[in-house]
């Protein structure tokens, strides 16, 4: 079926850094991604969002890449900081009208080395 | 704005026992709630989309009976663990969604979990 993946379970950035987290999607209906932040035992937190009538948008310290080509998804963060560890997913929003669902890749966990 | 909140956040129960789990948006309305699962070390799976004052749609493999879920108003959604077993033990996460429909706003705003474990 349909999914979203990942292609690094973990990386492990030196503090001041920036990091580079990689998405594939499969699903080339998607109209919409989102990357989360989710700290041990807490929910997912929204970072950043792209539509895929984009390829790239900014954020606070953050940048989301979209290349419909290739079907990729990527999460820059700048200046990477202890802060900043965590489990990373991109997500897809698949669906239309009243009945939409996120769908969550694997993820990749975010180590960074003071 | 936008906080969602869960009652309780972690519950231990006995094997067999129903457990219920509230999930609540404090200052917006949901029409649409979501409710996921997640293992350790695994990705969010959505269980189940819980639109005000309709029956949840489960997704394939999420056995309704056993999940019960009801979203009785705008800002409260309960996910009902019936006859729980160890197996069922993991954390259980919601999310809101303002609005209805696509719209331009698709965001979902999660709650901070709750843990379940079945002894």
């Known amino acids: 079926g349909e999914s979203v993946g990942l292609h690094l379970p973990t990386l492990s950035v030196q503090e001041g850094d920036n990091s580079i987290i990689n998405c594939a999607y499969s699903?080339?209906?998607?109209?919409?991604f989102i990357w989360y932040k989710q700290e041990s035992g807490k929910g997912p937190q929204f970072i950043i969002d792209i539509r895929s009538n984009m390829d790239k948008r900014q954020g606070q310290r953050v940048t989301v890449l979209l290349n419909k080509t290739v079907k990729h998804l990527s999460l820059q963060i700048a200046a990477t900081q202890p802060g900043d560890s965590a489990v990373y997913f991109c997500a897809e929003n698949t669906g239309s009208g009243g009945y939409q669902k996120v769908t969550f890749g694997t993820g990749t966990k975010l180590q960074v080395i003071p | 704005g936008a906080v969602v909140s869960q009652h309780p956040s972690r519950v231990i129960c006995k094997s067999g026992t129903s457990v219920k789990i509230e999930c609540r948006s404090l200052?917006?309305?949901?029409?649409?709630m979501f409710w996921y699962r997640q293992f350790p070390k695994q990705s969010l799976m959505l269980m189940a989309t819980?639109?005000?004052?309709?029956?949840?749609?489960?997704e394939q493999g999420v056995e309704k009976d056993k999940f019960l879920i009801n979203h009785a108003s705008l800002t409260l959604s309960t996910l009902t663990v019936t006859s729980a077993h160890p197996e069922d033990s993991s954390f259980y996460i919601c999310?809101?969604?303002?609005?209805f429909g696509g719209g331009t706003n698709n965001e979902q705003f999660f709650g901070p979990g709750t843990r379940l474990t079945v002894l």
């Open positions: 200052d917006f309305q949901a029409t649409t």
């Open positions: 819980s639109n005000e004052g309709s029956k949840a749609t489960y």
């Open positions: 699903n080339s209906a998607s109209d919409y």
């Open positions: 999310s809101a969604k303002r609005g």
